[in-house]
């Protein structure tokens, strides 16, 4: 997509999340060591984030609700999302940035054989439980979006573009994604 764009996953969330919760002089060491979008999220987080606590390397929430760890996950994808250029994917980042007119959202959908083959391909999944690790993740994903946003994930209406993996192929689809990018002049 050009240079200039983040890629905001899970993992990066809950990096984030974590930093979040270091002392500020911590933060800004690691932001002149590592300086990058990660490194001014968690600056930004770090004063905004009373409910993390410290534990030696790892930030844990004081009140383990998951209510406050939503709340974390919402900052941290408003936070990236008004730097701009970054590529979010998932936790309910659709119903969340919903309103905003600078999001391109899109629903990326395949067959289940086709699903189960990454799984054990490329994510390294036990062919005896893809099927299992597949309907309950599926689960886990409809469920966060419904109870926190009172949303159906699935509702293709709340997506601007909805690519078939399989049929496409991974290429294929992130091609599409770009000329759209392209095409509303953002790349």
Same mark, same amino acid.
């Given at each position: 997509?050009?240079?200039?764009?983040?890629?905001?996953?899970?993992?990066?969330?809950?990096?984030?999340?974590?930093?979040?919760?270091?002392?500020?002089?911590?933060?800004?060491?690691?932001?002149?060591?590592?300086?990058? %979008?990660?490194?001014?999220?968690?600056? !930004?987080?770090?004063?905004?984030?009373?409910?993390?606590?410290? !534990?030696?390397?790892?930030?844990?929430?004081?009140?383990?609700? @998951?209510? !406050?760890? *939503?709340?974390? !996950? =919402?900052? *941290?994808?408003?936070?990236?999302?008004?730097?701009?250029?970054?590529?979010?994917?998932?936790?309910?980042?659709?119903?969340?940035?919903?309103?905003?007119?600078?999001? %391109?959202?899109?629903?990326?959908?395949?067959?289940?054989?086709?699903?189960?083959? *990454?799984?054990?391909?490329?994510?390294?999944?036990?062919?005896?439980?893809?099927?299992?690790?597949?309907? @309950?993740?599926?689960?886990?994903?409809?469920?966060?979006?419904?109870?926190?946003?009172?949303?159906?994930?699935?509702? %293709?209406?709340?997506?601007?573009?909805?690519?078939?993996?399989?049929? %496409?192929?991974?290429?294929?689809?992130?091609?599409?994604?770009?000329? =759209?990018?392209?095409?509303?002049?953002?790349?």
């Amino acid at each position: 997509m050009g240079d200039g764009w983040t890629l905001v996953d899970n993992e990066f969330v809950d990096q984030v999340a974590r930093r979040a919760g270091l002392p500020r002089d911590e933060v800004a060491r690691r932001e002149e060591r590592a300086p990058g %979008l990660l490194e001014r999220l968690a600056r !930004t987080l770090a004063v905004a984030a009373p409910e993390m606590l410290i !534990t030696g390397d790892h930030a844990i929430p004081v009140e383990k609700d @998951e209510e !406050t760890i *939503v709340k974390m !996950t =919402e900052r *941290v994808i408003a936070e990236a999302a008004s730097e701009g250029r970054v590529v979010l994917v998932g936790r309910g980042a659709q119903a969340i940035l919903a309103t905003r007119p600078n999001a %391109l959202h899109v629903y990326v959908v395949a067959s289940l054989p086709f699903r189960r083959k *990454v799984a054990v391909e490329r994510l390294g999944v036990d062919p005896a439980s893809a099927d299992k690790v597949i309907a @309950e993740t599926d689960q886990q994903r409809d469920q966060y979006v419904k109870s926190h946003y009172g949303r159906d994930r699935q509702d %293709l209406t709340q997506y601007d573009l909805v690519l078939n993996a399989e049929r %496409l192929g991974f290429e294929g689809a992130a091609e599409l994604i770009v000329a =759209e990018v392209k095409r509303r002049a953002w790349g």
